[in-house]
Nanobody
């Protein structure tokens, strides 16, 4: 059974940065993808960024393009999302998930396992 655990959320001032980490444990095989999603209060879930674990191809949603970097460490089974220039509208619970592949818009497709999420609050 695949399990995911997010960490790195917290309170940050506008313009600040965060590193969100997702540790994957359990059985995984072949090439797969890991994506980050977020859900703000009263809003639907949206894809933020996605990476193919095998090849390292990275994809971003337009609203984080240019101010975020996703990376993976295959040895540590960890994916990190670095977010810079944070805005109050980035406030949300951020989740990571495993799935089949990434869309060009930063969404994970065919998700199957999810973490419990980590809260990110951007406020002065």
């Amino acid at each position: 059974q695949v399990q995911l655990a997010e960490s790195g959320g917290g309170l940050v001032q506008p313009g600040g940065s965060l590193n969100l980490s997702c540790v994957v444990s359990g059985f995984t095989s072949g090439d797969y993808a890991i994506g980050w999603f977020r859900q703000a209060p009263g809003k639907g879930r949206e894809g933020v960024s996605c990476i193919s674990v095998g090849r390292g191809w990275a994809y971003y949603a337009e609203f984080v393009q240019g101010r975020s970097t996703i990376s993976r460490d295959k040895d540590k089974n960890t994916v990190t999302l670095r977010m810079n220039s944070l805005k109050p509208e980035d406030t949300a619970v951020y989740y990571c998930a495993t799935g089949q592949l990434c869309s060009g818009r930063g969404e994970l497709l065919g998700s199957n396992s999810w973490g419990r999420g980590t809260q990110v609050t951007v406020s002065s």
